[in-house]
């Protein structure tokens, strides 16, 4: 199995320490979503992965060997601040990039003729990036980190500043790399977007990884709650073991034992009020990250 | 991959609008220049027409043979003279006109040719003495044969290989244009260096390439396009050297300056080019450029004067041949030097050799500087940062 570990990463700047002690797994065919305020170590992390910048202490290792230059040409990057030659064509710039990536002319420049047909920015690539709108700017770079064909995708993100369309392709791209094998990571703030995208999240704060796993693993919570949406007669009684507080207007929060109890004081419910919605409570994404981040501090 | 860089490099450069248009101009002054000057420069080859009156005409063999004696090219013809008033004109195409009798001549100067004057003058004063040697008696040939003989022998003492305009004037062509071309392809690599780093397409090339090879196939690109520029430059010189009859004029080879200037342009380029993309890397934005190359620049002003003002007055001084030893200023001392041929051989050599054991070095740090910069965004870095990080 293939399987990108970032193991015990460290690195200061001066006497900011921007990076303790930073580990995860990224296991081949996993989206791994990477959230965390501004400045919480998110960049670090990745500019670590693809060896532009040194950490002080820990390794990234691709299939148990140490991150090398030959596999860092094989990982797809996108950088938090977008960079390509703005006045080079985006056909040229794509070809070159490959060719940098140790692809053949010919390779090159299929796989560019791919991505960007893929992508919807065919028509464009005899302009020169500068021309295109920030949006299609941002197609252009993504398509610049798949380019060669990556055994990794690290994404630093990709997806700020996109349309709802936009967005859409990214994450069916994204998706579908997955689905290839490819481990890969990406970071951002649209909190909905990683809770619906990503296998996986890490959620970093000051450097440190303070929350990382599973998405219904880090909502699964101790008690068990429901929330209820009634209309007419009204609800009977809470039987022993469950309990019923009123959630705004024809709505109720229903705490039980057990989900025996719930299912129970459901049916009782059914047959007294017509129940439109009855579903489980479990923390969203945006809410673990407000809970973990406010602990010391303010989302920033 | 270094290859892949350089070659894009080269294309950016050399295709763009600016340099096609730039050389373009360069190119066409040169040689306009050349076309423009070549009547002007040859006009002393047609020979002036001077017309000489029947009641002068033994004055004539003494005009000539004084003209072939000096090496001047005139036209004597007999012709009546018509005296021109002192406001009027000469005929066309009729320089100066002698009237008057054989002894006392009157030579009417339609330009300021002073040669002129001069020339009947000796044949005035030949005539007058050989009429005088044929009165007293003597025989005039043996007289302007002993005259003729009457020479000194000159023995030069010393250099042999004395100071010479013509060889002074091409190092000094030699080292400007070398001083032209670096200033140039620094200003490029700098823009080209910066351009990265300031639209952030750094980050990417250095996910896949080494800091040390991208400023290598940088330096490489530029080193093309920079030759290419020097082509378009020494070309069209050449040609107007070649067009103005230069070489023969000022006693020069093409040859030899050829290969002065390409092993200098090699040397000096390799010197300065790299340090200064390695510095390049220490700013964020192109207004920000200046702080950085501005001391290189001037770096390259003192050795490109020194040796315009320094190598003249004093060619094989002391501070001359230590300075010719310092990588910085030997791709200008050296070939000013021995324009005046103050440098020895083993100099040269020495020269050679320092510059290209001090390559390897400078690219060493250049490009530590290079790869500690590179990411750095935001103000200028310090040099002792940047090596630190590298």
């Given at each position: 199995m293939t399987t990108l570990e970032i193991d015990g990463l460290t690195k200061s700047y001066g006497t900011v320490k921007?990076?303790?002690?930073v580990s995860f797994d990224v296991p081949g065919g996993e989206l791994f979503g990477f959230v965390g305020s501004n400045g919480a170590g998110k960049t670090t992390t990745m500019r670590i992965i693809l060896g532009v910048l040194r950490a002080d202490a820990g390794v990234v290792r691709w299939n148990g060997a140490p991150v090398d230059l030959g596999v860092r040409r094989s990982i797809g990057y996108m950088p938090e601040e977008r960079g390509l030659?703005?006045?080079?064509k985006v056909g040229e710039q794509l070809v070159y990039l490959a060719r940098l990536h140790g692809l053949s002319a010919a390779d090159a420049t299929a796989a560019m003729e791919h991505w960007t047909e893929v992508l919807g920015v065919a028509e464009r690539r005899?302009?020169?990036?500068?021309?295109?709108s920030l949006g299609n700017q941002q197609r252009v770079q993504l398509a610049s980190a798949l380019v060669h064909g990556p055994d990794i995708l690290v994404l630093d993100?990709?997806?700020?500043?996109?349309?709802p369309v936009a967005v859409g392709v990214m994450s069916d791209v994204l998706r579908g790399q997955a689905d290839k094998g490819v481990p890969v990571i990406f970071s951002s703030h649209q909190l909905e977007l990683v809770e619906r995208l990503c296998d996986r999240v890490g959620i970093v704060k000051s450097g440190r990884l303070v929350a990382s796993g599973a998405i219904d693993d880090l909502r699964a919570t101790d008690t068990l709650a429901w929330t209820l949406a009634a209309s007419g007669v009204g609800l009977p009684d809470a039987p022993p073991g469950v309990s019923v507080a009123p959630d705004g207007d024809g709505r109720w929060r229903v705490e039980a034992e057990s989900a025996d109890a719930a299912q129970a004081f459901l049916a009782s419910a059914v047959s007294t009020a017509t129940v439109t919605e009855f579903s489980p409570v479990r923390p969203s994404l945006t809410d673990l990250f407000r809970d973990v981040v406010s602990e010391t501090e303010e989302v920033a | 991959m270094l290859w892949l860089i350089a070659h894009r490099e080269f294309r950016t450069r050399t295709l763009s609008k600016a340099n096609i248009i730039s050389s373009a101009i360069m190119i066409v002054l040169i040689v306009g220049a050349a076309v423009i000057l070549k009547p002007i420069l040859s006009s002393d080859d047609e020979a002036a027409v001077v017309q000489v009156d029947p009641a002068t005409a033994e004055l004539v063999p003494y005009l000539e043979g004084v003209a072939a004696a000096q090496e001047l090219d005139y036209v004597i013809e007999e012709a009546e003279v018509v005296v021109p008033g002192a406001d009027g004109e000469m005929p066309e195409g009729v320089t100066a006109m002698i009237a008057g009798t054989a002894t006392a001549p009157e030579l009417y100067l339609g330009?300021?040719?002073g040669t002129l004057v001069g020339l009947v003058d000796d044949a005035t004063r030949a005539l007058a003495l050989e009429t005088e040697v044929t009165a007293l008696g003597g025989d005039p040939a043996a007289v302007s044969g002993a005259l003729d003989a009457a020479v000194p022998t000159v023995v030069m003492v010393?250099?042999?290989?004395?100071?010479?305009s013509g060889t002074f004037f091409a190092g000094l062509v030699v080292i400007v244009m070398l001083f032209i071309i670096l200033i140039q392809s620094a200003s490029v690599i700098m823009m080209g260096v910066v351009e990265e780093k300031s639209s952030r397409v750094v980050e990417i090339l250095l996910a896949t390439v080494r800091p040390a090879t991208l400023l290598g196939g940088k330096v490489l690109g530029v080193g093309m396009y920079a030759l290419v520029q020097a082509a378009s430059m020494v070309g069209p010189i050449i040609f107007a050297a070649w067009y103005l009859d230069l070489f023969a004029t000022l006693n020069l080879e093409a040859g030899p300056l050829l290969v002065k200037f390409g092993v200098w342009f090699l040397l000096g380029f390799a010197v300065f080019i790299v340090f200064f993309g390695g510095l390049a890397?220490?700013?964020?934005?192109q207004e920000d450029i200046g702080a950085v190359t501005t001391p290189m620049m001037l770096l390259m002003m003192v050795p490109l004067y020194l040796a315009i003002y320094l190598v003249p007055s004093n060619p094989d001084g002391t501070v001359t041949q230590v300075l010719t030893q310092i990588p910085f200023f030997a791709p200008f001392m050296v070939p000013m030097r021995s324009a005046f041929g103050a440098i020895t051989t083993a100099e040269t050599l020495l020269a050679v050799t320092i510059c290209l054991v001090t390559i390897p070095l400078l690219t060493w740090v250049a490009g530590r500087v290079y790869a500690g910069a590179?990411?750095?965004?935001?103000g200028r870095m310090k040099l002792a940062d940047a090596l630190k990080r590298g």
């Open positions: 921007a990076l303790q002690d030659y703005p006045r080079m005899d302009d020169a990036v500068e021309k295109l993100e990709p997806f700020s500043g996109l349309d | 330009g300021g040719d010393g250099d042999s290989d004395d100071f010479d890397a220490l700013v964020s934005r590179v990411l750095n965004t935001g």
